[in-house]
């Protein structure tokens, strides 16, 4: 079992940075990938980066490349999101989730190999 816990949302003005944090809870976060999803309104959740449970890769969505980072620290038990050079178009609710599979090969955007999510951290980007 793996609870987890988004933060770090708010409003900010485009241009503007933002760090999400995901803190989980349970002994099996440091064998899951994780990834970062979002859902603005009136639209479907996508997928926005993933990590390797290890640290050693990542995955970005094309439209976040080298605006976001993704990282995470497995003895704080926390994955994080940095987002840089914000637009308008971030503005959404940003969840994270634990992949289903323990020290997979591969990280994975597909939402539904993740089984464990949190409940949401509202971004908002002015313009």
């Known amino acids: 079992q793996v609870q987890l816990v988004e933060s770090g949302g708010g409003v900010v003005q485009a241009g503007g940075s933002l760090r999400l944090s995901c803190a989980a809870s349970g002994r099996t976060f440091s064998s899951r990938g994780m990834g970062w999803f979002r859902q603005a309104p009136g639209k479907e959740r996508n997928f926005v980066a993933a990590i390797h449970w290890s640290g050693g890769s990542t995955y970005y969505t094309d439209s976040v490349k080298g605006r976001f980072t993704i990282s995470r620290d497995n003895a704080k038990n926390t994955v994080y999101l940095q987002m840089t050079s914000l637009k308008p178009e971030d503005t959404a609710v940003y969840y994270c989730?634990?992949?289903?599979?323990?020290?997979?090969?591969?990280?994975?955007?597909?939402?539904?190999?993740?089984?464990?999510w949190g409940q949401g951290t509202q971004v908002t980007v002015s313009s």
């Open positions: 989730a634990a992949d289903s599979s323990h020290y997979g090969t591969y990280v994975t955007r597909v939402a539904g190999n993740y089984d464990y």
